[in-house]
């Protein structure tokens, strides 16, 4: 049985539950944001925080962002999406071109997909070689080890729907005009190759979960308690990277 197989799908919060834990925990990242930015406490630049964002499509990803980043102002948090690497990024190793969106100390940025489009839809698809992919698993920690050597909170995050629900939410954005344009062909496509992306998800989260990059894979069947468990396990991360350089989080409101 594989980690997916794992994760309790039915966890859920009523509305009203939903709403409080949701303020509770937005006020929280907004005074650790504040802290590492250095406008709270005793000005010192706190360790940069760099959030990855991955699942399944329409698994809830842009709107846990969106919650995420709400409460906080847009010159202390920077969001990157990233799709199919161009023909000049191709060029580079696929490390690169992700560089320029990497915080620094103070700094806090959450990407939208990241360098694990390398061993998902690139293996999946086969676009790239076995050998590349299968080497990607090393590089790709050896990346985020420097990353944290240096200081850096990563946090990445995989939101986990089961297929069913997946298949609901893409009818409801068919008929929505306002939202049709959030489905893709590709979307139904991935779709029937279910099984090979859950192989590639599993060897993802086994030979990448580290301790100073560890994954959290979020139930995301109930929107609302997704988007409180990503916020949620933010905070705490922060907490716990400041308290390792030695910076101690603001008191609780």
Known sequence: MGRLDDVDLTLDYSKQKALKKLARAQARLTALR??????????????????????????????????????????????????????????????????????????????????YGRVLVERVEELTEKKVWKRAYREISGFERGLAEEGAIVIKFWLHISPEEQLKRFEAREKDPLKQWKLTDEDWRNRKRRADYEAAVEEMLDKTDTEHAPWFVIPGESKRYARVAVIETVNARIEAGMKRWGIDPPDHA
């Open 34 to 115: 504040l802290t590492l930015g250095g406008q709270l406490g005793t000005g010192e630049l706190g360790p940069p925080v760099l959030i990855l964002m991955e699942g399944w499509d329409a698994s809830g990803k842009g709107g846990a962002i969106k919650r995420l980043v709400f409460p906080l102002d847009p010159r202390h948090v920077r969001v990157a999406q990233f799709a199919a690497p161009t023909p000049d990024e191709l060029r580079h190793h696929f490390l690169w071109r992700f560089q320029w969106a990497l915080p620094g100390w103070g700094g806090m940025a959450v990407l939208d997909r990241s360098w």
